[in-house]
């Protein structure tokens, strides 16, 4: 979890090419008591989903997003 002032983010990290539904649970359940107000997911696979409010991404698709302050961003 990153803490960006009262904002709460969830960023979970697998070194996996395929990513399976139970990778999403810690997030998910986060995000659903809205302990946090964003929840990313980040593997080494290819395809960008949405897994019920988790945004899947692929790493490089994440760090150009972070890069560009589309993560933590304000």
Same mark, same amino acid.
């Given at each position: 979890?990153?803490?960006?002032?009262?904002?709460?983010?969830?960023?979970?990290?697998?070194?996996? *090419?395929?990513?399976?539904?139970?990778?999403?649970?810690?997030? /998910?359940?986060? +995000?659903?008591?809205?302990? #946090?107000?964003? %929840?990313?997911?980040?593997?080494?696979?290819?395809?960008?989903?949405?897994? *019920?409010?988790?945004?899947?991404?692929?790493?490089?698709?994440? /760090?150009?997003? +972070?890069?560009?302050?589309? #993560?933590?961003? %304000?």
């Amino acid at each position: 979890i990153v803490s960006r002032g009262e904002r709460r983010i969830s960023i979970e990290v697998k070194a996996t *090419d395929r990513w399976r539904p139970e990778y999403s649970r810690p997030s /998910l359940e986060l +995000l659903h008591a809205q302990v #946090v107000q964003e %929840a990313f997911a980040v593997y080494t696979g290819e395809r960008a989903f949405m897994d *019920d409010g988790l945004l899947v991404l692929p790493y490089e698709d994440f /760090l150009a997003r +972070l890069f560009n302050d589309e #993560v933590l961003g %304000a």
